[in-house]
């Protein structure tokens, strides 16, 4: 079974274009590509045949996924966020203990995770172990590299 996925409203747009152009663009090209294979000769030998029919694997695999992320998406609106502790699609400010650096981040959804952007996956260590915290909590979270302790400044939208 599928779980629900939480998605900003640009992100369900930005998956829905990705599927228009693998569904417009990507199947079309790899049939071409199958029939062109094809022509070529015998198939049991035909080393382009096979590539060709396992990028088209691939790529209906990539499209069923889609659909099926998209049929368990749910749009999340920043307006109806509620800021008093943290959740998905707010943006926290956090204290390192250890090294008493501060950093913002949002929390998002996994497909939504950009760490360059500063947004975190709410799947994360770091996005679980923040998850329904306040303002002056102190977060114990596990990391890969070992217990990190932050504490949270501010969370705002």
Known sequence: MSEVIYV???????????????????????SRAIAEAREKGDLKENAEY??????????ESRIKKMES???????LD??????????????????????????????VSEKEADL????ISVTSPIGKGLLGRKPGDVA???????????RIENITT
Do not use: C, W
């Not at 096979?50 to 790529?59: C, S, V, W």
């Open 140 to 150: 114990e979270i596990q990391a890969p590299n070992g217990l990190i302790r932050f």
């Open 78 to 107: 920043a307006e109806n966020i509620d800021t008093s502790k943290v959740s998905i699609l707010t943006r926290v400010t956090i204290t390192n203990l250890s090294t008493n650096k501060s950093m913002t981040y949002q929390i």
């Open 8 to 30: 900003s409203r640009e992100t369900l747009e930005q998956m829905k274009a990705e599927l228009h152009r693998m569904k417009t663009v990507e199947r079309p090209a790899a």
């Open 69 to 75: 992320d998209m049929a368990n998406a749910r749009i």
């Open 50 to 59: 096979d590539a060709a029919k396992e990028f088209q694997g691939i790529l």
């Open 116 to 119: 360059k952007l500063s947004k």
